[in-house]
């Protein structure tokens, strides 16, 4: 697989000298699902506007898509990459849902005749298909964000930045949105998602986890390898996924629960057995 993101040695600092991130360096492969985690002040927001060309006065190297993130290239990196944000309103502008959706593909010139079958297929993708006449004020969290994903895919983008996309909404909301992501991978194998996200249930879906501290990359690796250090998360104010906290408390039990259960349908099978 080829690195659709590479970090090399990024370092921000801003204007009253605070250093919000401190050497980090990592790469995000084609094809995967990631998530960003960490507590306030750890450097998640402000990484995310590195990789977005919204803090273009870095040290170190960004690249996307072999292009490094300068001025020259701005244009054609953001072209291939999809922004959802924390807070959908912040983000549309079209009057009904399928205005909001048509926006990009009308900055993109594309044909009305073509834009009418794009905006359709992605939004019954979404489930926001019967939303396309109304107002995007008048949907709930949730539907929001359904719609915001939907514009940002009908921009056909290579990679997906969700930024905080799921804090503002209900578990079930939540529960919504990842499921949507991993349809979404299944439809779309080379398609690349970084989430950044509080959510430590939702990293637990991820293929792989980077935990940033103070800055700087702290932990790195599947959810399994992540998670399993429970003393060095807590350390930094973090907890793991419910199902690895409970596997471990049971092992302090003596049960002895297998390493590779993740997940609790698996652990409730376990000790059904």
């Excluded at 922004?83 to 593909?105: M, R, W, Y």
């Excluded at 969290?141 to 994903?149: D, E, F, S």
């Excluded at 009908?154 to 799921?166: H, S, V």
């Amino acid at each position: 697989m080829s690195d659709v993101v590479s970090v090399q040695h990024l370092s921000y600092s801003y204007v009253d000298e605070t250093l919000a991130l401190n050497d980090v360096s990592f790469s995000l492969q084609e094809g995967k699902y990631y998530c960003l985690i960490g507590h306030n002040g750890s450097g998640k927001s402000t990484l995310a506007k590195c990789l977005m060309g919204l803090q273009p006065e870095f040290e170190g190297r960004i690249e996307l898509f072999g292009m490094p993130l300068n001025r020259k290239n701005i244009y054609a990196i953001r072209s291939r990459v999809g922004i959802v944000f924390q807070n959908p309103d912040n983000q549309f502008v079209g009057s009904t849902v399928a205005d909001d959706i048509a926006f990009g593909l009308e900055n993109k010139r594309v044909p009305r005749e073509e834009m009418q079958e794009i905006i359709e297929r992605f939004a019954t993708q979404t489930g926001v298909d019967e939303y396309l006449a109304r107002e995007p004020s008048m949907l709930s969290g949730g539907q929001k964000q359904r719609v915001a994903i939907a514009g940002v895919l009908a921009m056909n983008p290579d990679l997906i930045i969700l930024d905080e996309a799921t804090s503002m909404l209900d578990p079930r909301g939540k529960e919504e949105i990842i499921t949507l992501i991993h349809r979404l991978r299944e439809q779309r194998p080379n398609l690349t998602i970084l989430s950044i996200t509080h959510d430590v249930e939702e990293a637990a879906k991820a293929d792989e986890v980077l935990v940033l501290n103070s800055g700087k990359v702290f932990l790195q690796g599947t959810p399994l390898e992540v998670f399993s250090r429970r003393e060095e998360l807590q350390s930094i104010r973090l907890s793991a996924p419910f199902v690895y906290e409970l596997a471990a408390e049971l092992r302090a039990q003596g049960i002895q629960v297998p390493d590779n259960i993740t997940d609790l349908s698996s652990l409730e099978e376990f000790l059904c057995r």
